[in-house]
């Protein structure tokens, strides 16, 4: 693929981001694109591999040395399209993906794997600029309905999925515009909201109907979606945040909030859309902020903080720190445990790891200090190491223990077990299918756990493929 001698003549090169000084002051993408020529350059680097490892490391099998060839022989269309027969929203993967397809690519071995994320957004930010990219409504309808409650990357590559083999595709989203946590979770400076605007315009124009501000389980009781629809997709991922401080000392002081408490208030702000009724504005402006957990959550915190005028930002992970450098002989071609800087963290955070907190105080019923100690490798705290940090507001960033909307879940008496998966249903099914109803069909984060976009995509499609065969006794929709 490529060109064949590429990636011995030419050196890996990637986007780079805005300079630091200047991209705090607003909350719009800082990435800078590569150039025409230098993409065609990073394409060619892609080798005619025997076994093309990328493959495995994409959850929607992208069939990624095919629109690398296609992207250095310059048919962009054609790449376009071949990109968008395995993914439904390359152009959102392009973005926030933390790309596995890379720590797999054969050329990782040294280090220098191609530029597969960088090259995939760019075909797909192409596709929308020349007007590639058109509703492909169905040639006829089946005549069959299918509800989708929650519209995050699963039920959105679900509903797009099942809307063009012909069903009648109605989505139930509790917020006012449909993405979920793509739109609300998802910092503006990562991914705009006009990418998910766009493509709800295109699925709007394929026959999906959106019914947002309705809150399933609340406003709208399942079982009736349930007589009403021949197929119902239950997508309301993992939103139920991990408090391991419940009997901390200083629980219940003022300035404690859990991360998706305080990302989509920016988000909105950012939109022009009112907060919630009842909402408590939370703000890092001129205070010392304390972000609890070190994975893509609690980066998001710490980039919004600093946009909202933190006087500094520290984020503490309980786990060591990880090898600035991978062991390849044991971790390739898989996603390797390694010391990742994030371009939040990059802005002037300070990180530190093996630190566990042991409680809060502070004056006034307001948060002044967080009080810790060091852990060892056994996560053991080590006497003597304990300390306090200022804070004046702490953001739980610890990830998430399972469905949010408890009504849907106890209407239709599933059974949840941790990490927000159902009991008898694990990620390895592949029928997506809930024995609690003929009906019923789970994807996303709801079925696997906590999980990365692309593999909510992954979820979605393959659910939409399932939903179809059950609908229709076979199917020709791709996983």
Not at 256 to 261: E, K, R, T
Request: aromatic residues 8%.
């Amino acid at each position: 693929m490529g060109k064949p001698t590429g990636f011995l003549e030419i050196e890996r090169a990637d986007r780079k981001y805005r300079p630091v000084e200047e991209r705090l002051k607003h909350y719009k993408e800082f990435v800078v694109p590569l150039s025409e020529p230098e993409l065609k350059k990073q394409a060619a680097r892609c080798m005619d591999c025997g076994i093309p490892y990328c493959h495995n490391g994409c959850p929607v099998n992208n069939q990624i040395p095919d629109w690398n060839d296609l992207a250095y022989r310059g048919d962009w269309k054609e790449a376009a399209e071949n990109l968008h027969s395995t993914n439904n929203f390359p152009e959102v993967t392009g973005r926030i993906c933390p790309a596995p397809c890379e720590a797999s690519c054969t050329l990782n071995i040294d280090d220098t794997p191609v530029t597969i994320k960088t090259i995939e957004c760019s075909i797909a930010d192409r596709a929308w600029e020349e007007g590639w990219i058109q509703p492909l409504p169905p040639e006829k309808k089946t005549g069959k309905k299918v509800a989708v409650i929650g519209s995050g990357p699963a039920g959105l590559a679900a509903a797009q999925q099942l809307a063009r083999a012909g069903h009648e595709v109605h989505v139930y989203e509790k917020n006012a515009k449909p993405g979920g946590l793509l739109v609300y979770g998802i910092p503006d400076f990562k991914m705009e909201k006009g990418v998910i605007a766009r493509r709800v315009k295109q699925m709007e124009a394929e026959g999906v109907t959106f019914h947002c501000g309705i809150h399933v389980g609340q406003d709208l009781s399942a079982k009736y979606l349930e007589s009403k629809h021949d197929a119902v997709l239950i997508a309301i991922g993992s939103e139920q945040p991990f408090d391991f401080f419940a009997k901390s000392p200083g629980r219940d002081l003022n300035g404690l909030h859990y991360a998706m408490d305080f990302l989509p208030q920016q988000n909105r702000r950012n939109s022009g859309e009112p907060q919630k009724p009842k909402t408590k504005e939370i703000s890092a402006k001129d205070k010392h902020v304390v972000v609890i957990g070190g994975g893509d959550t609690g980066s998001d915190c710490i980039g919004t903080s600093f946009r909202q005028g933190a006087l500094s930002v520290t984020q503490l992970e309980i786990m060591p720190m990880p090898p600035e450098k991978e062991n390849k002989a044991l971790s390739w071609p898989h996603w390797p445990l390694k010391l990742r800087i994030s371009s939040s963290q990059a802005e002037g955070a300070n990180t530190e790891y093996s630190i566990s907190t042991t409680g809060f105080s502070g004056d006034d019923g307001k948060v002044k200090k967080l009080h810790y100690t060091r852990v060892n490798a056994n996560l053991q705290p080590i006497k003597g190491t304990e300390g306090a940090l200022d804070a004046d507001l702490v953001l739980f960033a610890m990830g998430f223990s399972g469905p949010i909307e408890s009504d849907i879940v106890k209407e239709f008496a599933l059974p949840v077990v941790p990490r927000g998966r159902f009991k008898g249903l694990d990620a390895t099914d592949r029928d997506y299918k809930l024995a609690t109803s003929t009906k019923l069909f789970c994807a996303g984060d709801i079925r696997r756990g906590q999980s990365l976009v692309v593999w909510a995509i992954r979820e979605g499609r393959q659910a939409a493929h399932a939903i179809d065969k059950f609908l229709m006794g076979s199917t020709v929709l791709p996983r």
